[in-house]
């Protein structure tokens, strides 16, 4: 067990979110390695630095000599030399991840952390066999983990404790809000709240309801606008007036099971998929995909920011009084 704090990071895999994770971390003061094969690897990181900068200056964080904390390693074993934690990124696939971090409990030194950005495969699935599986763990963030707050650490079946206690405390000092899963399950809890309503989203949209750009339009002004603030149980249970969750279960109980039951089961089917991606492309194709991601992100900071600013005002009132 490493009783310092990490000061240097590996990333395996400079896909979004890898390149996403290396430029958190360095914002946050720590030496990163990043190894990938892609060709274009300088010039990747390089183009997500300079997008990331300003963006990680608006959180607070010193960004001078940003560039000069990211090395680039000539592969796994170079990359983890040395190093505390281990962040892969590397393809959804089991039998990939099962050689990779065999590969990592072998190079890695053996106090690091090794983290899975997986978005759906528990760690058990591709840790059996492996000797030292006690400091391997799934935090799964959201896209991009450098602005969405939130990373699932998701213990594997033969994860020690304080491997969970380390990444919990490793994600917080680096800005983030890591939220500890008890049990593993297929796609953990996040994509699975959002491919639950995505299923929903694509029967509307299937059935002529609305169209793509119309239904974003009512999940931003209405329950993203809400979850953003509370999230749904808690939405709920003030949605309930005085009486709260009950009276709300009480008395929307029947009409909610009746939702339920009428709630659509889309087919993807090629022909489905092609008449969705034609609907979003008409909805959004004209516009570039770095102008929209852009202002995600630009929309994704004002929000932080408003709620951050609405904690401290409440937090000073109370102070106060």
Do not use: C
Request: glycine share 10%; aromatic share 4%.
């Amino acid at each position: 067990m490493s009783t310092t704090h990490p000061t240097t990071v590996a990333v395996i895999g400079a896909g979004t979110i890898g390149l996403s994770w290396a430029a958190l971390f360095a914002g946050h003061g720590l030496r990163v390695r990043v190894t990938d094969p892609r060709p274009d690897l300088a010039e990747a990181v390089d183009a997500t630095l300079a997008e990331a900068a300003p963006q990680l200056a608006r959180q607070g964080l010193d960004t001078a000599g940003l560039a000069d904390r990211v090395h680039l390693a000539r592969d796994v074993t170079d990359a983890v030399r040395h190093v505390d934690v281990v962040q892969e990124n590397g393809p959804e696939n089991t039998a990939f991840k099962r050689e990779l971090f065999a590969a990592l409990v072998r190079e890695a030194p053996s106090h690091a952390l090794l983290l899975s950005s997986s978005s759906a495969i528990p760690s058990s699935a591709f840790t059996d066999g492996l000797d030292d599986a006690g400091r391997i763990l799934i935090g799964h963030p959201f896209n991009p983990p450098h602005l969405v707050p939130l990373v699932e650490v998701v213990p594997g079946r033969r994860t020690d404790e304080d491997s969970v206690t380390r990444a919990v405390e490793f994600y917080r000092a680096v800005g983030r809000v890591p939220v500890v899963e008890r049990k593993e399950i297929p796609g953990f809890v996040g994509n699975r709240l959002q491919n639950a309503l995505s299923r929903e989203a694509i029967h509307l949209v299937e059935q002529g309801v609305v169209g793509p750009s119309e239904l974003d339009e009512i999940m931003v002004n209405s329950l993203g606008l809400r979850w953003s603030t509370v999230g749904p149980f808690l939405g709920a249970h003030l949605g309930g007036g005085p009486g709260g969750y009950r009276h709300m279960a009480e008395h929307i109980g029947p009409s909610m099971q009746q939702m339920w039951d009428s709630l659509g089961r889309p087919e993807q089917s090629p022909e489905q998929t092609e008449r969705l991606i034609r609907a979003v492309e008409d909805a959004y194709g004209s516009r570039s995909y770095r102008d929209l991601s852009r202002e995600r992100d630009r929309k994704q900071l004002a929000v932080l920011g408003a709620l951050e600013n609405a904690t401290s005002s409440e937090q000073d009132e109370e102070t106060r009084s």
